[in-house]
């Protein structure tokens, strides 16, 4: 096969040990990416005592994987793994480069990006070649799609969240090359992390919920979203929200669902005193019903839902509440 | 004394921006006249720094990159406290993408002179890429820590600071000079005050075009951008709506069976 083009790059990502999710949904795009390109699929991963996880990424479709194995890179380190990639990058100057929109990837992407004075693409949709073998980064805005091309820098690089793209299919017996990076002896860092500090999320978890309760702008106030959670605990629900609603403070930020927050797809999902901006609406895919209750008759969410009501939210939140109350109880 | 440069960005009042959208026939943005407000996340950047120079005395530059009409903004800015302002405003800085933005305005801090502190809001509530404030770290060869939700040690060049994570939060430690990205969880912004209206007044605003900032133009707006908008299309997520009618009562049974129906209660 002709190998003209540089590998696709996935720069991989370990919480503890353990491959992230989002690295090997990632691994499957830049298999299918890699394949019209005619090229490779590479991956970079940093830790600490993860070679078996490294060999193991070989059956989600890496043909190589660059293992940094240290002690000082068990924990995200910004300066020193930016380090470590650009340097790498430089050698074997990958055609595309791509991350998860993780807090890490958030931080890491735009550090690497301007480091190999390269264009950056946040929070796609969708990745596509097109008829110059160029990459279409799809991002929603002013509801509609919009693609976004590097067309002269390389690498193009671009974040993806979670959920965006499936999991490969596992290939058990695929192998592929590891090779362990040489590391500098002292790694020098004018931002070093201490400790990783892990909370228990309070509720439902928002990614894997069968009922999600989304609130925007329209919920009004702190008040209104008290009404939001009534509603989320009487249904067992997972509680999401639009960016508005988090700029105002009611929502917590990991409660944000759409293109650069969370994606979902539960089985019910109730939208409420949201406009249906497709920055959100595209964090939800493969929802089986669909609920939207906003004042506003002529919000482009009740074009996107199954089931709509026009009346003010916040007098038809607590009324439905009690209802559902009573059916549960009676 | 600190000197500290906090970056803002007029967006589009976040209300109001679904108004703005892609005309299905002519590809291009339908705008209208929407307000351009202070982006919300700069306002707990602008706060991190009045609270620092409340405790340690600062000096704070507010920089911004946009139209004349964004000078309001840094107006505004000046009357929470900042002390001077500018704008770096020309058609030149037109179409920039991150790269090329974060490039300007890192240009407009070296002018001003390099800070021990660079505050920026982590993300903008138009564009809400993330990216300027790395960028700009990088082409000030400055650490830099996202996400910033508590400063637990200022004393001194070397800060511990707390960084949100999906499920919890980094404990980093930071040697000064470093820009940080921060989160609303840091503080909660103050408002307007009328003397501080009135103390604004009197502080000016610099407005600074390409000549100013003595970087070559093919590094500036679209000719420095590496990405660009290649296409705009609309979308069809449409599906078959069923509007539940009737009095409030009556919507809420209905409602309520449907979703038993439907076996998702």
């Known amino acids: 096969m002709e190998n003209s083009k540089g590998p696709v790059w996935v720069i991989g990502e370990q919480v503890d040990g353990q491959v992230v999710t989002v690295t090997l949904q990632l691994i499957g795009q830049a298999r299918k990416l890699a394949s019209q390109l005619g090229t490779t699929v590479e991956v970079v991963l940093l830790g600490d005592n993860i070679e078996e996880q490294a060999r193991n990424i070989f059956s989600f479709g890496a043909d190589r994987v660059y293992l940094g194995n240290a002690p000082v890179l068990d924990q995200y380190q910004s300066e020193i793994y930016t380090d470590i990639i650009v340097k790498l990058a430089k050698e074997k100057e990958p055609e595309i480069i791509l991350l998860g929109s993780t807090h890490m990837g958030r931080e890491l992407a735009p550090l690497v990006a301007a480091r190999l004075q390269t264009g950056l693409t946040a929070h796609c949709i969708d990745l596509v070649l097109n008829q110059e073998n160029i990459l279409e980064q799809k991002i929603p805005a002013y509801g509609g799609l919009i693609s976004i091309i590097c067309p002269e820098k390389r690498p193009q690089m671009a974040t993806v969240a979670k959920g965006v793209f499936p999991l490969p299919e596992v290939e058990t017996g695929r192998t592929g090359e590891l090779i362990t990076l040489e590391l500098a002896a002292d790694l020098k860092s004018r931002v070093r992390t201490l400790e990783i500090v892990r909370t228990k999320p309070d509720g439902v978890p928002l990614g894997t919920a069968k009922v999600v309760i989304a609130g925007g702008a329209g919920v009004g106030d702190t008040n209104g979203w008290a009404e939001i959670e009534e509603l989320a605990g009487e249904l067992n629900a997972a509680i999401g929200s639009t960016r508005p609603a988090m700029d105002n403070g009611w929502a917590d930020p990991e409660s944000m669902i759409g293109q650069s927050g969370k994606m979902i797809c539960p089985d019910l999902y109730i939208g409420i005193g949201l406009s249906g901006e497709l920055q959100h609406m595209v964090g939800i895919s493969g929802c089986r019903i669909m609920v939207a209750v906003n004042n506003d008759p002529k919000a482009t969410v009740f074009e996107q839902v199954d089931f709509g009501i026009v009346d003010d939210c916040r007098q038809f939140i607590p009324l439905l509440t009690e209802k559902i109350r009573q059916h549960r109880s009676g | ?265």
Not at chain 2, 250 to 262: G, I, N, P, R, T
Request: one cysteine or more; proline letters at 6%.
């Open chain 2, 1 to 265: 004394m600190l000197n500290i440069v906090v970056c803002v960005k007029a967006v589009p009042e976040p209300k109001e921006s679904c108004k703005i959208t892609i005309d299905p026939v002519s590809k291009t943005l339908n705008r209208c006249e929407v307000a351009m407000v202070l982006n919300p996340l700069d306002k707990n950047a602008m706060e991190a720094a009045l609270q620092l120079k409340e405790q340690y005395g600062a000096h704070i530059t507010v920089l911004s990159m946009g139209p004349p009409q964004a000078s309001p903004i840094v107006k505004e800015c000046l009357a929470l406290g900042g002390d001077q302002g500018f704008l770096l405003s020309d058609r030149a800085f037109g179409g920039a993408d991150t790269y090329a933005t974060a490039f300007t305005l890192a240009s407009g801090i070296k002018k001003v002179g390099k800070p021990d502190i660079i505050l920026c809001g982590m993300a903008s509530s138009d564009g809400a890429t993330e990216w300027v404030g790395p960028q700009i770290a990088t082409f000030l060869d400055m650490p830099v820590v996202t996400m910033l939700k508590e400063i637990v040690n200022s004393a001194g060049d070397c800060w511990q600071v707390k960084a949100s994570l999906e499920d919890g939060y980094r404990l980093l430690e930071v040697d000064l000079p470093a820009l940080f990205t921060v989160t609303r969880d840091l503080n909660e912004p103050r408002a307007l005050s009328f003397s501080g209206i009135i103390k604004a007044r009197k502080k000016k605003i610099t407005v600074w075009g390409k000549e100013d900032l003595g970087v070559p133009e093919e590094s500036l707006g679209l000719p420095g951008s590496p990405t660009i908008v290649s296409e705009m299309t609309t979308t069809d997520n449409k599906r078959q709506v069923e509007i539940i009618t009737g009095s409030r009562e009556e919507m809420a049974d209905q409602l309520l069976l449907k979703l038993v129906d439907a076996g998702a209660i």
